[in-house]
């Protein structure tokens, strides 16, 4: 019997269904995690063997006391996962320490992290990459920006999200950023793309084939969303593109993917860019080596009538999964920011939406920079019917 281990198995909240899933499949699941015991939910505890409680996730030697706990406990540990980007680090530092090999190690985390290392890979698999500078000082940000031109984009090199991500239009904006950025983080600065962002993402085997494939589309940038305090929206396409579905296979390979849930995001230019392409051509942004954020999850089982927690599951347990999709929708959610006038007030969503409405509720404010206060999910077999929910749900009064 398989021996698996996930990391912070209460967090994100719908992530304990990843392990009913590999419970439902005859394996040892084994949780560590700061929450106390008696504060998780009864569907995680039915799904976990033993729980490991610790004060922190963040200190390493309380974690690796757990993994090491468990081996004397159940023998050799086969999986050891979280799913959760925060953690992909420790996971695979666990994973080298600890000679768990169904899974990337230390020595693979810079290509896997760095947004700087990414694009040697990216244009590995003939896939388009915006130019970048490490930040440095002054004189070298402003060498780029004269190659290249305003606005530029900085971020961390190595970050979660959208956080700290800055998007920088003129010298002011320049000045400002250096003066104040965070001293201990190393910057990434781009060409600023004009595009959406779509996603590829998949369920992939250990030949590094996928045994599942969907995608979403973000008309908004996540950046301007946080920054700005915006409301967030973006959906699951109903049917994937097939120039997505192309660079994501070529990414995968390039990356030397296996055994994984990743999602990897591509720009989708909506003008012409020179040194990039044309309007509607795919361009890199960067890959994430786990499940989409959020529920998407949920979302990706809404839009093409399948659970992908247990091809998940099925991935781990048996290398590929029988779960079909059935009937495809486009799934839309909607994330509204609370102190705005919206027309539409909470009930009267509910009352016009209810028959296409899949999840609604409050989001955690850890996540309510990216994702707003209040969600709407809901699914629906046009887009023309998915931008009229948009509309409804994301007007605002006028002032008078």
């Known amino acids: 019997m398989k021996n698996v281990i996930f990391i912070s198995p209460n967090f994100p909240t719908n992530y304990w269904q990843f392990c009913r899933e590999l419970r439902h499949n005859g394996l040892n699941v084994l949780g560590i995690g700061d929450a106390p015991y008696d504060e998780l939910i009864d569907e995680l505890k039915d799904s976990l063997n033993e729980y490991y409680r610790v004060d922190s996730l963040e200190n390493y030697d309380e974690v690796y006391r757990a993994v090491a706990y468990f081996i004397f406990r159940y023998g050799r540990i086969d999986w050891l996962e979280s799913n959760n980007e925060y953690w992909l680090e420790r996971d695979a530092q666990l994973r080298t320490d600890f000679r768990i090999t169904s899974g990337f190690q230390a020595e693979d985390v810079p290509r896997i992290k760095y947004k700087s290392k990414m694009k040697e890979f990216y244009q590995k698999a003939g896939i388009p990459a915006a130019r970048y500078h490490l930040v440095d000082g002054l004189k070298g940000c402003a060498a780029f920006i004269k190659e290249v031109g305003w606005p530029v984009v900085v971020k961390p090199d190595n970050g979660v999200g959208a956080s ?3 998007k920088l239009a003129c010298e002011e904006d320049l000045t400002r950023f250096l003066e104040t950025k965070n001293p201990g ?14 996603s590829y993402d998949a369920i992939i085997d250990s030949r590094g084939e996928p045994i599942f494939e969907t995608g979403n589309v973000t008309p908004m940038s ?9 409301n967030s929206i973006y959906y699951i396409v109903r049917d994937l593109a097939a120039d997505t579905r ?4 070529a990414a995968v390979k390039s990356f030397g993917v296996k055994s994984r849930f990743v999602h990897f995001e591509f720009f989708r230019l909506t003008q012409d860019q020179a040194g990039m392409g044309r309007k509607g051509d795919i361009v890199a942004l960067e890959v994430n080596m786990r499940p989409c954020g959020g529920f998407s999850p949920d979302m990706m089982n809404y839009a093409n009538s399948t659970n992908v927690y247990k091809i998940w599951a099925d991935m781990i347990a048996f290398d590929h999964s029988t779960l079909e999709s059935g009937e495809h929708f486009f799934c839309a959610y909607a994330g509204r920011r609370d102190g705005k006038p919206f027309t539409l007030r909470h009930v009267d969503v509910l009352a016009k939406y209810g028959e ?9 404010d850890v996540l309510a920079d990216a994702m707003g206060n209040q969600m ?6 046009t887009k023309r019917e998915m931008d009229g929910f948009y509309k409804d749900v994301l007007r605002v009064k006028k002032k008078k």
Request: charge should be negative; aromatic fraction near 8%; glycine fraction near 4%.
């Open 246 to 249: 192309r660079a994501g296979r």
């Open 222 to 230: 996540i950046m301007d969303i946080v920054n700005n305090e915006d």
């Open 356 to 364: 296409h409405l899949k999840m609604v509720g409050r989001i955690p």
């Open 376 to 381: 709407y999910v809901a699914a629906f077999k």
């Open 185 to 198: 983080v190393a910057y990434i600065m781009e060409e600023f793309i004009h595009a959406e962002v779509n």
């Open 164 to 166: 700290d991500t800055h």
